[in-house]
């Protein structure tokens, strides 16, 4: 990670809606205005602000001139925006509404911090993120889609275990029978993995992680694997109920036992934003509860 010294001067500001977070939004865009920065509001977000008379946008429609985006929620709400900023190659700084907030770390009353990020005093991370495509019997493929946290494997309809082969860089694995598998980038290993039973690893790791969901084997534990792998993912046909696809939790997709799942590293990375006194470790302690004294 590295002080970087770039001013911004134009923000994109985004929040998810059917949140309640109208005061946080009203508070960030009136702080922001104090600061003299131009402004621009994600459409669905404007309807949550009472009163708003600056521009919108629709995420196809976002201006060059935006050099940084802002989102007011918890880490759900940031991933619903990893796709603006790749596409448009834009650091995301977030302003905490949710839960936990392991993405989203400067909270409504700290809002000062905000100024010194525009003043270009703030870290810059990049976070690794990964690909899924289906590969039909034909050989055709079709994208699935891109995660920053976890790509998982899930049951259908029915609650039954899912039988399938897990082959790594074309290397054979093993056969696991169990309701699902969780594949996480280092971001995600505090996520959906973690609760899992899957091992917290530092987002500068270059990994992934292979986490089973209720396998039927006692044997069966996460793997770890270097971050440039290939993994595919095979379902057996005695799997009866098709399972589906998601990639960090949004839409499920169907699966056919003829299909091969293939997993890879995405070619771009997400560039957070972070507050200069961000400590990976600290937000650990504080997210899941550690008592420093006890560890």
Request: overall charge negative; proline content about 5%.
């Amino acid at each position: 990670m590295d002080i970087k010294n770039k001013l911004f001067r134009h923000v994109a500001l985004i929040g998810r809606p059917g949140k309640d977070i109208g005061d946080t939004l009203e508070a960030v865009k009136n702080y922001l205005l104090q600061k003299k920065i131009s402004i621009t509001i994600e459409k669905n977000t404007a309807e949550m602000i009472t009163e708003n008379n600056l521009p919108v946008f629709f995420e196809s429609e976002i201006s060059d001139e935006i050099d940084l985006i802002i989102v007011v929620g918890g880490d759900g709400s940031l991933l619903n925006a990893v796709h603006i900023a790749l596409s448009h190659n834009l650091p995301i700084l977030g302003i905490n509404r949710g839960r936990l907030g392991f993405l989203t770390d400067i909270s409504p009353d700290e809002l000062e911090k905000i100024g010194d990020v525009l003043t270009g005093n703030y870290i810059t991370e990049f976070r690794s993120l990964i690909t899924a495509n289906l590969i039909h019997e034909n050989n055709t493929t079709r994208h699935l889609g891109i995660a920053l946290n976890e790509i998982a494997l899930l049951p259908g309809n029915l609650a039954q275990l899912i039988e399938f082969d897990i082959t790594i860089n074309n290397q054979f694995v093993c056969k696991q029978r169990a309701d699902g598998l969780i594949i996480a980038t280092p971001t995600g290993s505090t996520a959906y993995a973690l609760s899992g039973g899957g091992p917290i690893l530092q987002p500068q790791l270059n990994a992934m992680v292979l986490v089973p969901m209720f396998p039927h084997t006692l044997s069966a534990r996460p793997i770890v694997v270097d971050g440039k792998s290939n993994i595919e993912l095979s379902i057996s046909e005695n799997t009866q109920n098709l399972p589906h696809l998601s990639c960090d939790g949004q839409n499920r997709i169907a699966i056919n036992t003829s299909d091969k799942i293939l997993i890879s590293p995405y070619e771009k990375s997400l560039q957070l934003i972070h507050p200069t006194h961000y400590n990976y470790f600290a937000t650990l302690r504080e997210k899941l509860g550690w008592q420093s004294d006890l560890c």
